[in-house]
């Protein structure tokens, strides 16, 4: 069983900065990174849609954001350590969120990289909030 756990939300200053981290752990083979084709980050804020955030193609050539979050948040990986990380920068009160990460075994289409249908695993969240 595969499992994604999502760490490093928590409660910064408008202008500040984070880094979620979302680690892949399970048996065999299906506990790495490398057997995901994509995947990316979402977040949901109470009263709203689960939205996309960035993804990523795990073996390269693609990287995609939100209007949103381009320029202030980049998305990255580390074969090694099994983690997929996204580095957050000038958080803004609007970026307080439940904050997920996703995984699907195939190569989701560029158009719908951002559309939470398209991804199988998830893991449990991680709150960020953005207030002074």
């Known amino acids: 069983e595969v499992q994604l756990v999502e760490s490093g939300g928590g409660l910064v200053q408008p202008g500040g900065s984070l880094r979620l981290s979302c680690a892949v752990s399970g048996s065999g083979y299906t506990g790495k990174l490398g057997w995901f084709e994509t995947m990316g980050w979402f977040r949901q804020a109470p009263g709203k849609e689960r939205e996309g955030v960035a993804s990523?193609?795990?073996?390269?050539?693609?990287?995609s954001y939100a209007e949103s979050v381009k320029g202030r948040f980049t998305i990255s990986q580390d074969n090694a350590k099994n983690t997929l990380y996204l580095q957050m920068n000038t958080l803004k009160p609007e970026d307080t969120a439940m904050y997920y990460c996703?995984?699907?075994?195939?190569?989701?289409?560029?158009?719908?990289?951002?559309?939470?249908?398209?991804?199988?695993?998830w893991g449990q969240g991680t709150q960020v909030t953005v207030s002074s």
């Open positions: 990523i193609y795990i073996r390269g050539g693609r990287i």
């Open positions: 996703a995984a699907a075994d195939r190569l989701v289409p560029p158009n719908s990289l951002l559309r939470s249908d398209e991804y199988k695993f």
